[in-house]
């Protein structure tokens, strides 16, 4: 997550965040985070609790993950009630793009990590993996012998090549 949208949850809720300012994820989430915290923030006014302090926010196989800490609470109906908010966060993540924020088409495919992203972004996604692993095919091969031998021109062109395979395979899937 970019680091003016990390500031500004920091900012909004600062008893949240006292400890630790971790939050490890793309900027895809970062409404489904503030909405969290301000329905946790609610429900501890309604209850007259302090909130948790966040101990870590991250994407963990695919899925938003809060990690929070009570000091000196007592366990009862108002941290279940906080729980219950955190899953729902959890189970949401799933359905909301972790890039762009999109509820449109999410699928959780792995390209290494496991990440819930809309069709869009699994797009370009697809044709920036397409093009490294061409890259380092060519350089590994033999074909080119260094990477920096590759030109912006022949960069732009086997990008442009990409870019058209994987348009035109959309559109046949």
């Known amino acids: 997550m970019k680091e003016s949208l990390r500031e500004d949850i920091y900012k909004t809720y600062p008893e949240m965040f006292t400890q630790s300012k971790e939050i490890?994820?793309?900027?895809?989430?970062?409404?489904?985070?503030?909405?969290?915290?301000?329905?946790?923030?609610?429900?501890?006014?309604?209850?007259?609790?302090?909130?948790?302090?966040?101990?870590?926010?991250?994407q963990k196989f695919g899925r938003l993950v809060m990690y929070v800490k009570y000091h000196n609470a007592p366990f009862g109906k108002k941290n279940i009630d906080v729980y219950d908010i955190i899953s729902d966060a959890t189970d949401n993540s799933c359905k909301i793009c972790e890039e762009c924020g999109s509820d449109n088409d999410v699928i959780t495919r792995s390209s290494g990590w496991l990440t819930p992203l809309c069709r869009e972004c699994r797009s370009e996604k697809t044709k920036d993996n397409i093009y490294d692993l061409f890259v380092s095919n060519l350089i590994t091969s033999g074909e080119i012998a260094e990477a920096n031998r590759i030109t912006t021109r022949?960069?732009?062109?086997?990008?442009?090549?990409?870019?058209?395979?994987?348009?035109?395979?959309?559109?046949?899937?």
Not at 154 to 173: M, Q, S
């Open 24 to 58: 490890s994820c793309g900027d895809g989430w970062y409404s489904l985070i503030k909405t969290t915290c301000d329905t946790i923030k609610y429900v501890c006014n309604l209850n007259a609790c302090k909130p948790p302090v966040f101990a870590q926010i991250k």
């Open 154 to 173: 022949t960069k732009r062109y086997v990008k442009a090549i990409i870019d058209a395979i994987v348009d035109e395979l959309e559109e046949v899937l």
